[in-house]
């Protein structure tokens, strides 16, 4: 079972960027606590980080056949300007779970707006590191059920 993370622009900076808004979390220290996770749950993960909107589109578009499960995706600042990400993810067949560290309903007006969310199957907002475990969580139980479903109808 494969699950792929992508981090959107920006978000190598965490630790030092903006503290007040994003606390002092690293994104190694949340690469290493959804690892941590995924080997409880016997899920294989991996994990990009990319400041280029084509880069992204690829990644997704490339996912099923690449054999992901489910893609968790913290769009950063693409969520609110990006139609090709949006467009990709409606297109690629992969269930994919919007998170964010911050709560971007809390934040400025033109961060209220997710072009992604009307194409994710959900979006967790707000609880820092723990966005991305919640999601993750959510994604293994949701292929567990979809397997479930399959081995059923046989
Ligand atoms: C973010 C929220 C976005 O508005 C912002 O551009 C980011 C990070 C978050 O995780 O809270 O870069 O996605």
Redesign the pocket.
């Known amino acids: 079972m494969k699950i792929l993370v992508i981090h ?4 190598q900076l965490l630790g030092q960027r903006e503290p007040q ?2 606390g002092k979390v690293t994104i190694k220290e949340i690469n290493t606590s959804l690892k941590k996770e995924a080997k409880k749950r016997c899920v294989k993960l991996d994990i990009i980080q990319s400041n280029h909107e084509g880069e992204i589109v690829d990644l997704i578009g490339k996912a099923s056949a690449n054999k992901y499960k489910a893609i968790l995706i ?4 693409y ?2 300007t990006s139609v090709a990400i949006r467009d990709a993810i409606a297109g690629c067949g992969v269930p994919t779970i919007e ?6 309903f809390s ?1 400025e007006e033109f ?1 209220r707006t997710s072009l992604i969310a009307p194409v994710a199957v959900g979006i967790i ?1 707000g609880f820092s590191k723990l ?1 991305y475990l919640m999601g993750l969580e959510f994604a293994i139980e949701m292929i567990i059920a979809e397997h479930k479903k399959h081995a059923k109808r046989g």
């Not at 959107?8 to 978000?11: D, R, T």
């Not at 998170?99 to 971007?104: A, G, K, P, R």
């Open positions: 959107g622009p920006n978000l808004v994003y913290n769009p950063a600042a969520t609110h998170v964010h560290l911050s709560n971007i934040r961060r907002s966005s």
